[in-house]
Nanobody
Framework: QVQLVESGGGLVQAGGSLRLSCVAS????????MGWFRQAPGKEREFVAA????????YYADSVKGRFTIPRNNARNTVYLQMNSLKPEDTAVYYC?????????????????WGQGTQVTVSS
């Protein structure tokens, strides 16, 4: 099994930045890729960004492209979500997820492991 723990959420003003962290533990060798998703109240969980564990491939949702990046530090089993130029519509609970099936997809069902989530609130 793999355990994922997110941190770094908080309250920030529009235009500001936050960096979320996701630390993986357990059978991390089984992870093919990591992703970030978010869920706002009353909405479905939506894809934000993903990166292969090797770090060679990344992709982003159109809504965050150019503002968010997904760096990783394999030595620390950690994936980050660097969020810049934040907007009120970025407000959500952010989840990191692990893919062991090599799907590398954009759907929540494509991921096998999930963290508990961290709240990000962007004020206008």
């Amino acid at each position: 099994q793999v355990q994922l723990v997110e941190s770094g959420g908080g309250l920030v003003q529009a235009g500001g930045s936050l960096r979320l962290s996701c630390v993986a533990s357990g059978r991390t060798f089984s992870i093919y890729a990591m992703g970030w998703f978010r869920q706002a109240p009353g909405k479905e969980r939506e894809f934000v960004a993903a990166i292969t564990w090797s770090g060679t491939t990344t992709y982003y949702a159109d809504s965050v492209k150019g503002r968010f990046t997904i760096p990783r530090n394999n030595a620390r089993n950690t994936v980050y979500l660097q969020m810049n130029s934040l907007k009120p519509e970025d407000t959500a609970v952010y989840y990191c997820a692990g893919d062991r099936s090599k799907t590398f997809g954009r759907k929540a069902a494509d991921y096998d492991y999930w963290g508990q989530g961290t709240q990000v609130t962007v004020s206008s």
